[in-house]
């Protein structure tokens, strides 16, 4: 350990020497990616300036891609702003008219005369369609307190061993943490609760070009996020995450907020290949076809993982995802497109092991104490995606998915303690169909001579389900026969089994209007949800050991939105937000049939008041927040109990920053701190428990020096209680750093690197509390249970760009 701890602290010096010797001025460099690069005045006869400046709107967030247009006596010249709203080109002396354009903005037109100031202008424009709900991409290194926004650099230039890695790139206060070493969905913790999968205590709605991550009535948990182990990281084209349920365009799990990710439609290069290996028996191929077609952009790639990681009982944990697009545009305003994911996901696991022992020595932090722990499993999306521009400047959006998923987890949580002869192993199963759909929109309209937005929408989605808990052995679901053999009739050996159709309608109206010349902005918002629970037995015939289902249930929920944006002037780019949502959580379909008198769908109401400043290459956002969650009945799938909570009350402030320090070097962080979190009318109060209070980030990026790009990543969460009726019982919490770099050897070929836990802290991904017997003659113990963290990870990759398209 403090071999690699000692390799990890030179690492961080050779990458602090090369930021060192970073100029901290550097010229402008026109890259062969500019578009600036393909007009020049440098045969023109005529004398030349520079023009120069960043877009922004009105609410100061930089904005790329918009058109730059020069017009003089000597002709006319382009260029589009870059990804940091930037733009620079070569303009005649005399006078000029400058033209700014692009998709959703408005244009605005500018004439400059012979003396006029014309380089590091400010320029600021309007956005006609919000980015949350088109692709107008707000860059991150402008904070917003709604929106947090990832492109995709991290995710191309970084090796990615494991799926979990990707989503430790979100931030946003987002605490995520893994159960089974990497196959299992990960635990989410956010704003003081535990989420568990990503479907109860609010919920965090997680979407893939639209499609629905979380899966309602799962086998192992609401709301289980598994289907993100077929995300491809370097398919990737950006993230954007909202921090409440302020759009009413989300409906179900959306309390605590929503993470869209989007794919790429096409890559820059022909064909792109990426092969890396690292230690833990780790290894991972990346290969891309991204064919040049008229009028249309496509591509198919593979991904291909495997890594045993650093555990005894070897995780043997292999991913196979092929994913695909192709998108027609049919006319300059009109595209059709369809895509495929298909992902398969076998893994062995150590589990959540007893901590206790650990600490005495008695069992090694990457021990295990059943071997068989793990699961399968098979996955596969089609969608389709409709997109029309109109020329009244409406866009209507059409897309719909079919996905089939065949899931099974064994898990063994208490060993011994509930079937001392043949232990507590465990198979959760879910197979199903679902069918999604999605109607959207937008159209730019006025509201009493003043702009504005108008947006409506549906949602559909229809989950067809097989699902059941087996009592199993060694993986073979037959534990509650072989106890039937021995003549016990044990009533902790339980079996369920159910066919569910869950059904989900929404719609939903969103407006909003800008006064004062733009520098207020107003929305609201409504949407309404509507569920129908249809469950009924999974037997023909139903053994005393088996938990009978049957009934159909309904239930449906409006969700009011609001909020205000107000910037002080054009020149002080100073913005506050005060924002209002209200979020739902749909319950478990087996929980809804037996308890129907209680909750069907928890609510959560957001409270957000924030300020941000914007300076070109220097931002920064502060908020406080208030969230109020309505009580919840929460169905568990491990033993088929029950989970009843009160309401609850969580508040606390963030705080984020972004400098963007030369050309070169660019520095971020932020943090969540939760400065209370309890269950309202509780006396003596009790806290809500398992979710840290605080939850840090920062990071460090210097990229643009001849090809190298290179990330030092640092997050960190606190200590955090188990029970919240006794704050003594706490979980440990972390700090780890992680490197990345890339550096280009050929304009074709680059050389990756990366470490995963630099200084090898040694840490847990997840703890619990509960009871265990670890022997079938052992006491039964309430002890903290822990997945470990990976140890020190390398990962080394060429990548291969072939044939670039451009």
Known sequence: MAKTSHIGNIIVALFLLAILNTPSQASFEITSSSPARLVTFAQQPVQERMLSGYILTQQNELIPNVTVVVKSTAGEVRTTSDAKGEFRVAISEGQVTVRFEGKNVTPMEQRLG?????????????????????????????????????????????????????????????????????????????????????????????????????????????????????????????????????????????????????????????????????????????????????????????????????????????????????????????????????????????????????????????????????????????????????????????????????????????????????????????????????????????????????????????????????????????????????????????????????????????????????????????????????????????????????????????????????????????TFYVNYGRGINSQDARGVIQQPDSPKIATTDFYQASVAYNRRRFSVSADYFLIDHSNEQVYIPDDGSFEFKGPSRVTGYEAKASAQLNNYLSINGGLTQVTNAFFRGTNPRIYVDSSPHLVANAGLTVSGIRGFFGYLGYRHTSNYILDGEDPTSRAAGLDVIDFSMRQRIRPWVDFNFSIDNLTNKHYYETQNYFESRVSPGDPVIARIHGTPGYSTGFAVGLTFHLWAKK
């Open 114 to 574: 012979p003396n006029d100031q014309t380089e590091n202008l400010r320029i600021m424009i309007t956005v006609v369609i919000a980015p949350i709900q088109e692709s107008v991409v707000i860059q991150d290194t402008a904070l917003n307190p709604i929106i947090d926004q990832r492109n995709d650099t991290i995710y191309k230039n970084t090796l990615f061993e494991r799926d979990d890695q990707l989503v430790q790139t979100l931030n946003a206060g987002i605490n995520a943490g893994q159960h089974e070493g990497g196959g299992k969905s990960l635990e989410i913790r956010r704003f003081g609760y535990n989420l568990d999968h990503g479907g109860v205590n609010g919920g965090l709605k997680v979407l893939v070009d639209n499609v629905q991550q979380n899966l309602g009535t799962q086998g192992h948990g609401q709301g289980y996020l598994g289907q993100l182990k077929s995300l491809t990281p370097e398919l990737i084209e950006d993230v954007g995450i909202l921090n409440g349920p302020f759009s009413a365009q989300y409906g179900d799990f959306s309390g605590l907020g929503v993470v869209q990710i989007r794919l790429k439609e096409a890559l820059p290069d022909l064909l792109t290949l990426r092969i890396q290996g690292g230690n833990f028996n780790s290894k991972r191929a990346f290969l891309a076809y991204s064919p040049k077609l008229k009028n249309a952009d496509a591509f198919i790639a593979y991904e291909g993982a495997y890594t045993d990681g650093p555990f005894i009982n070897p995780g043997r944990y292999r991913r196979d995802n092929v994913t695909g697009n192709y998108t027609l545009h049919l006319d300059e305003h009109q595209s059709i497109g369809f895509k495929l994911n298909v992902g398969r996901n076998n893994f062995f696991s150590s589990g959540q092991i007893p901590l206790d022992l650990v600490n005495d020595g008695e069992l090694d932090r990457f021990g295990f104490i059943d071997p068989f722990n793990g699961g399968r499993v098979r996955t596969g999306i089609v969608s389709s995606y409709y997109k029309n521009e109109q020329a009244s400047g409406g866009i209507l959006k059409v897309d719909g998915f079919v996905s089939r998923t065949l899931f099974d987890l064994f898990s063994n949580f208490t060993f011994y303690l509930n079937d001392p002869i043949f232990g507590d192993e465990i198979d959760q199963h879910d197979s199903r169909l679902q069918e999604g759909a999605n109607l959207q929109y937008l159209r730019p309209n006025k509201v009493f001579g003043n702009p504005g937005l108008f947006v409506a929408g549906g949602n559909f989605l229809a989950a067809q389900i097989n699902i059941g808990l087996f009592p199993s052995v060694s993986r073979n679901p037959n534990r509650l026969e072989l106890n039937r053999a021995l003549g016990i009739d044990n009533p902790g050996v339980l079996l369920t089994s159910a066919h569910a159709n869950v059904t989900n309608g929404a719609g939903y109206v969103q407006q909003s209007i800008d006064l004062l010349q733009g520098r207020l902005h107003l929305e609201a918002g409504l949407r309404y949800d509507y569920f129908r629970f249809n469950v009924r037995d999974g037997f023909n015939a139903t053994p005393t050991e088996v938990m009978p289902f049957s009934g159909v249930e309904q239930s449906g929920r409006f969700q009011p939105k609001g909020s205000a944006a107000y910037t002080v002037s054009d020149q002080v780019p100073l």
